[in-house]
């Protein structure tokens, strides 16, 4: 091997491993640079701005008006650009977005991008989640949003890390997110292993806000409504009754479990669950409680209907489960 041979050989061997070292300095750059950077502090936002976001926010929701949620979405993102650091008005961003979505069969066409809400309402819950990892509603919410949007993208990572982030938010809070968790499966396949797992969470759910363990065979809640005037002033145990945020929390919990059991096959059980919203004393004030004698007197007709992945948009209300109905959120939200 002569000198020049050998000479070219070793400029060649200093450049490669200038090279290497060039780049695993950079490497090592981003690497330290993304470790060390600062995280989002949460700061609240009591602004004129920020609080009348949220007036109009609760305002909106509990008229039930989704022709005006352009109104509300405006105010918080302003509100939001203001202060990024709220956890409140961010989840408050996510679930305008989440009902965008869910009632989308109250508009006259239904637009393709309206799927779009799935990833703006998971991006705003997952703000939530990083400026409150404490409160499991929003960890639910988040984890619903994923499933949501890894169904509409054929992502099985994005719709199983969803699911297995709801797990641990239903450990969390499990009387609030085994509904949560629960309601987003319920539009799965009636085969589907989820769709029963999602049914047993509606079950688990009762059990855990009773601290009892409910006959499936022939459920009467009615002996516990008596607990609801002590139990709802405990936190954990709010998620479970009536309250300012969801005025009719429970008629929509059972008729959404009652169109589940339909949905599975058991319309003589379904109708003892639908029967209980009814039993409740704020049935008769309820916006929704006419579609719910419907199920009753329908519930044989309808076990074929819920399992229909494409309804007639006429009687969307009447034909689908809850979850794919215009009221979907404004069966627990709307006064």
């Not at 961003?93 to 703006?120: C, M």
Request: aromatic share 12%; with cysteine.
């Amino acid at each position: 091997m002569t000198r020049k041979v050998i000479f070219e050989f070793l400029t060649n061997m200093r450049n490669t491993v200038l090279l290497f070292l060039l780049i695993l300095g950079l490497s090592g750059c981003e690497f330290f640079a993304l470790s060390f950077a600062p995280g989002k502090e949460p700061l609240a936002d009591n602004s004129e701005l920020a609080n009348q976001a949220s007036k109009v926010f609760w305002e909106t929701l509990h008229q039930g008006d989704y022709s005006n949620i352009s109104k509300p979405m405006t105010l918080l993102k302003a509100a939001y650009l203001q202060n990024p650091y709220d956890a409140k008005i961010a989840a408050r961003i996510g679930f305008l977005h989440a009902w965008s979505l869910t009632e989308r069969q109250r508009l006259k066409n239904i637009p393709p991008q309206i799927t779009d809400n799935a990833i703006l309402a998971r991006k705003y819950f997952e703000e939530a989640v990083r400026l409150n990892p404490e409160d499991a509603r929003y960890l639910g919410f988040h984890s619903s949003m994923m499933m949501s949007e890894g169904s509409i993208h054929k992502d099985a990572y994005l719709t199983r890390k969803g699911y297995f982030q709801g797990l641990d938010s239903i450990e969390a809070w499990p009387q609030f997110n085994l509904f949560t968790i629960g309601y987003t499966m319920s539009s799965k396949e009636h085969s589907d292993p989820k769709f029963r797992e999602a049914v047993d969470m509606q079950w688990e759910n009762i059990d855990k806000c009773i601290d009892d363990t409910i006959d499936r065979n022939n459920p009467d809640f009615s002996n516990y409504f008596e607990m609801e005037s002590s139990e709802k002033r405990e936190s954990y145990k709010r998620a479970c009754w009536n309250s300012w945020i969801a005025p009719y929390n429970l008629q929509g919990f059972f008729m959404n479990f009652g169109d589940m059991l339909v949905k599975e096959g058991k319309p003589e059980i379904a109708r003892k669950i639908y029967q209980t919203a009814m039993d409740h004393p704020d049935f008769e004030t309820w916006p929704y409680k006419e579609y719910l004698i419907r199920r009753i007197e329908n519930a044989d007709q309808n076990v074929e209907k819920f399992r229909a992945n494409n309804n007639p948009s006429a009687d969307v209300n009447d034909s689908t489960i809850m979850i794919k109905t215009t009221f979907g959120c404004m069966g627990c939200h709307q006064n």
